[in-house]
């Protein structure tokens, strides 16, 4: 089992990153071969402020390892750091086509005027499938945002290896149970998301215990009494039980039934002290790694080496396959 995955350094990480992405990571470092990318190529698609990208990126390291990434067991590397990236990406959009990336939701989403829209944000997702294929990935674990990249990254897989031998391996998605996809706390049919511009339509996994209490208290909820689990008609409720459940491994029939009868301000104080639970440890760990940038750089320097070291074959394989001539070095 080989894992690979990755986070934006765009904006500030939320809950839902925890719960889709990293919580995940955490599940999966010891029983399976794991590679973490930091993807700043990705985040130039969008609006990057340049005098911030090399700290958000720095920022996001120092998150994986506060939220107890070991850098002895998993690989941790910035995307840009391995040219493999963007030299895979080439091949792999010779083989995409322009039909088939018009259809991902993320770029229908993003801009109304295609005409307007950047090349890089069309070919978000060919990047994408290049950061997996790249790594002879078998695992990816996302949230449920990402499936249909995943997808898009199976279909070049296959039609590569149709069309020029067969090089890559196809990766499958892996989804948290509960979690998958956390919504905005002041507006359940949203997805949570790093880029809103409304602070409080999200939990920022640095936020202080007060900011977490105040937040989650804010949250949209409904008038009816109780609390079950009904994603269309209560999605507000919907939403806490989902997010509780996926901090607490429990299902989330099980935990409307255990807090059912107490009302949602009780529900809502437990939630609070569980995501506090989580984040607590993680903030105070972010500190010390903070503080000490050059140690998060030297975890990112052996990090690309290694991830180097494991792209380079693959990248030769997908060469060779398209027929380019070897460098004879
Ligand atoms: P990004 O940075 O938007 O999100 C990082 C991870 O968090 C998950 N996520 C969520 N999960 C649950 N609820 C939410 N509201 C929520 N919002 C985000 C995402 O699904 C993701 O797992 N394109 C990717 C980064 C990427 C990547 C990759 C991922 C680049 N290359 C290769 C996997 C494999 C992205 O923008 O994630």
């Known amino acids: 089992m080989r894992v690979f995955s990755a986070v934006q350094p765009t904006g500030r990480l939320h809950i839902g990153n ?15 071969e794991c590679l973490f990318c930091i993807a700043d190529l990705h985040a130039l698609t969008g609006d990057v402020d340049p005098s911030r990208l090399a700290a958000d990126t720095r920022q996001v390291a120092a998150l994986y390892l506060a939220a107890g990434l070991d850098p002895g067991r998993v690989t941790l590397f910035v995307q840009s750091h391995v040219p493999a990236h963007a030299q895979l990406a080439w091949l792999l959009a010779c083989t995409a086509r322009v039909g088939e990336l018009r259809r991902m939701t993320q770029f229908k989403a993003r801009r109304g005027d295609e005409e307007g829209a950047s090349v890089g944000l069309f070919e978000y997702p060919v990047l994408m ?21 995943l997808e898009l990254a199976r279909s070049l897989a296959r039609r590569f290896n149709h069309r020029f031998g067969d090089t890559f ?19 359940p049919g949203e997805k949570m998301s790093k880029s809103s511009p409304r602070p409080d339509s999200r939990i920022h996994l640095l936020d202080g215990p007060d900011e977490v209490r105040r937040k989650i208290r804010a949250a949209v909820t409904d008038s009816a009494r109780g609390l079950t689990y009904d994603p269309v008609a209560r999605p507000g409720v919907a939403n806490l039980l989902n997010l509780y459940a996926a901090l607490s491994g429990e299902t989330v029939d099980a935990v409307a039934s255990r807090f059912g009868g107490g009302g949602h301000e009780a529900f809502k104080s437990a939630l609070a002290e569980l995501i506090n639970e989580h984040l607590t440890p993680i903030r105070e760990r972010y500190r010390r790694w903070a503080e000490d940038p050059a140690a998060v750089e030297a975890v990112l320097r052996d990090g690309a080496a290694r991830a180097a070291t494991l792209a380079a074959p693959v990248l030769e394989r997908a060469t060779r396959a398209v027929g380019l001539l070897p460098t004879g070095a």
């Open 18 to 32: 925890y719960t889709g992405g990293i919580s995940q990571f955490l599940r999966l470092q010891g029983p399976a």
């Open 129 to 149: 499938a290049a950061d997996i294929l790249l790594y002879d990935a078998t695992h990816v674990p996302v949230g449920a945002d990402q499936r249909q990249h």
């Open 169 to 187: 391996r196809l990766p499958d998605p892996l989804l948290p149970e509960a979690g998958a996809r956390i919504m905005a706390l002041d507006a």
